[in-house]
């Protein structure tokens, strides 16, 4: 199977996940680009818990809250 080519994220938007988003914010989960770039990197599909990773505590327990009540899945 060829290996998918990601074209780089224009400048000034987010260089993981191509969407324009405050660093301290998580990725775009459903960002194509995003999606395509974590299974590049780590051999799966990113969940919103590898999306909110890098964000601080406060941030990720509010993005979960927020997940849950919508019923999104985070893992
Ligand atoms: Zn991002």
Same mark, same amino acid.
């Given at each position: @199977? !060829?290996? @998918? &080519?990601? @074209?780089?994220?224009?400048?000034? =938007? +987010?260089?993981? +996940?191509? =969407?324009?988003?405050?660093? !301290?914010?998580?990725? /775009?989960?459903?960002?194509?680009?995003?999606?395509?770039?974590?299974?590049?990197?780590?051999?799966?599909?990113? &969940? %919103?818990?590898? !999306?909110?990773?890098? +964000? /601080?505590?406060?941030?990720?327990?509010? %993005?979960? /809250?927020?997940?849950?009540?919508?019923?999104?899945?985070?893992?």
């Amino acid at each position: @199977m !060829a290996k @998918m &080519t990601l @074209m780089p994220p224009k400048p000034g =938007v +987010c260089q993981e +996940c191509a =969407v324009d988003h405050h660093p !301290a914010l998580p990725h /775009n989960k459903d960002s194509l680009y995003y999606q395509y770039y974590f299974h590049g990197k780590h051999g799966r599909w990113p &969940t %919103w818990k590898d !999306a909110l990773a890098h +964000c /601080n505590e406060e941030v990720q327990k509010k %993005w979960e /809250n927020v997940l849950k009540e919508k019923g999104v899945d985070i893992e």
